[in-house]
């Protein structure tokens, strides 16, 4: 009985020790996961470029990284002419700048998107250290970094200035430890109804200012980058949980309808009422897709869809002889000699290819596409590789570059997501056929599509060809 006894004791022992073991093992784990992402540095930093140090010892500001206003070029305005640069905007789950480098066969994008979310109540105000992985992986391979900041504390008065310093400071280790700059694409598509921050003519450009005065004091390798979504259909009514104000006596509703009768519809300016002012704004960037004018159709894309979407005709039947027309040029009114003359990106675009939802045994939304959003038979429809071919071939070409000089930066949204029971594949590098297509486009278009390796980037804001 008692030797019985004694090994249920020593078999309830080994089975304690057992469990203390595993879960030791796990918080190892745990700890060296959330170490290593903390820290997140590159194995190697010979590959980093040397950036000289913002602040001298004293704490005063070199001299050497002091923006120089007179040279005609933005904060990270690339020194080029007659040529543009490539960008991704990446799922990170998924895809990392050295992957998207390696299926390009060693061409390096200059720009990698990624969007984080900057909120009063998230400790810290931001994730430290995704930013930070964020920062070196884009100098694992020379890279930019195309950070979209979503400011979802509401109401946007929350904000006070230890928020944006905290960020601003965070903002300075990224650039100063990997030499990577940052285009600071500040809350985004403010004029869409998607985002808590958007329809605030008074609350969203104050944000804004605020923002970009932080960021000064402490770097200049951190461009502030106002980036509306393309005006055709505002105020994009029903198609999200912010709605304009529609009170007469809400001092926001004077300053949204901008012709005055009364109604705030697509008769009025979808960008002006929230450009934060020249001085407060490097880069202008505009959400600019391909439509499938059906949406549910793979079809070629019209000549001159474009131009038509940047400059405003083309929505609502214009014909460019309305005067409400001159609200949606976006490039002239922004970039063009005549208006504000800012450096251009397009932050995130591309042409997507559609697909059926399936549905699983329970009734749940498949993760898998279906088959093609083309009905069977259809005479119009073209592959993706064929609709992904025509929209870049319509950015990429000698008449873009002469017509929309400001244009510097073109970033592919390199993503698929369900919109409208559809869905819909940006990717270029996820399908070795529509890969090889797309390196043909960048074969073709190289000499005016400089990659990362042939910049250097300065603490005083420059991007210099070498």
């Known amino acids: 009985m008692k030797r019985h006894a004694l090994l249920h004791a020593m078999f309830w022992l080994k089975a304690f020790v057992a469990m203390l073991m595993g879960l030791f093992c796990l ?88 969007f984080m979310d900057f909120d009063t109540s998230i400790p ?42 905290t960020l601003s400071a965070a903002l300075y280790q990224i650039n100063s430890r990997y030499g990577v700059p940052i285009l600071l694409r500040f809350g985004h598509e403010m004029n869409g109804p998607w985002n808590t921050w958007s329809f605030d003519p008074i609350g969203y450009p104050e944000l804004f200012r605020n923002m970009t005065l932080s960021v000064r004091k402490h770097t200049n390798m951190t461009a502030m980058v106002w980036g509306p979504n393309i005006g055709f259909g505002y105020p994009f009514n029903n198609s999200g949980s912010t709605t304009p104000p529609t009170n007469k006596s809400d001092p926001r509703f004077a300053l949204l309808d901008t012709n005055g009768d009364g109604v705030i519809n697509e008769y009025d300016d979808p960008y002006g009422p929230y450009y934060p002012g020249d001085d407060y704004v490097d880069w202008v960037a505009l959400s600019l897709y391909y439509y499938p004018p059906d949406e549910t159709h793979n079809h070629d894309i019209a ?31 922004f970039c063009g000699p005549n208006g504000h003359g800012k450096p251009m990106m397009l932050p995130e675009t591309g042409a997507p290819y559609l697909y059926n939802e399936t549905y699983l045994a329970n009734g749940e939304v498949s993760t898998v596409p279906g088959p093609t959003a083309t009905w069977p038979g259809d005479p119009l429809a073209v592959s993706a590789v064929t609709i992904r071919q025509e929209w870049y071939d319509s950015l990429f070409n000698q008449t873009v570059l002469s017509i929309y000089p400001k244009l510097k930066l073109v970033v592919n949204f390199e993503e698929e997501k369900i919109l409208s029971n559809y869905w819909r594949d940006w990717r270029l ?13 960048i074969t073709g278009f190289q000499k005016q599509l400089p990659s990362a390796t042939s910049f250097t980037f300065g603490c005083d804001g420059t991007v210099m060809l070498t």
């Open 124 to 165: 810290g105000y931001f994730s430290a250290s995704l930013l930070n992985w964020f920062g070196s992986e884009c100098g694992r391979t020379g890279a930019m970094l195309e950070l979209t900041i979503q400011p979802t504390a509401v109401p946007i008065s929350l904000y006070q200035q230890v928020h944006f310093d």
């Open 303 to 333: 000549p001159g869809f474009f131009d038509a979407y940047l400059t405003g005709i083309g929505y609502n039947q214009a014909n460019g002889n309305q005067w409400w027309e001159l609200y949606y040029n976006f490039y002239a009114r």
């Open 429 to 441: 590098t996820n399908d070795s056929t529509q890969l090889a297509a797309f390196q043909q486009i």
């Open 27 to 114: 918080m190892w784990f745990a700890w060296r996961i959330y170490d290593l992402h903390s820290r997140a540095s590159p194995t190697f930093y010979t590959g980093l470029q040397a950036v000289t140090n913002a602040f001298l010892p004293n704490g005063t500001v070199n001299p050497t990284c002091y923006h120089n206003t007179s040279s005609g070029l933005a904060r990270l305005e690339p020194a080029i002419t007659s040529a543009l640069t490539l960008g991704f905007s990446l799922d990170w789950s998924y895809d990392t700048p050295t992957t998207i480098v390696d299926k390009l066969n060693g061409y390096k994008p200059l720009v990698f998107n990624t």
